[in-house]
């Protein structure tokens, strides 16, 4: 469940929307506003056992290819020095 404060680094646990990231196969898969408990120090995002339900069923679908990934373009730089 959700704990009082954040237990990285103590911060404080705000109510919020969260956008939830992982990785299936060679694709990343967004799930945008997913409201959850964001830690107002870190950005560390707690999800109460409802909402990591609910996720759990979205990414066992991404993950049996019943919901296209859509590609995503992510930039790329590089660090000057
Ligand atoms: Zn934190």
Redesign the pocket.
């Known amino acids: 469940m959700i704990p009082d404060r954040?237990t990285?680094?103590?911060?404080t646990l705000h109510e919020g929307k969260s956008e939830f990231m992982a990785r299936v196969g060679d694709e990343v898969i967004i799930i945008k506003d997913v409201p959850a408990y964001i830690?107002d120090?870190?950005?560390?995002a707690y999800y109460t056992a409802d909402i990591s339900r609910r996720i759990d069923v979205v990414m066992r679908d991404a993950h049996l290819g019943k919901i296209q990934c859509r590609p995503i373009a992510a930039g790329e730089v590089e660090l000057v020095i």
């Not at 120090?41 to 560390?44: L, P, S």
């Open positions: 954040c990285f680094c103590k911060g830690c120090r870190c950005g560390e």
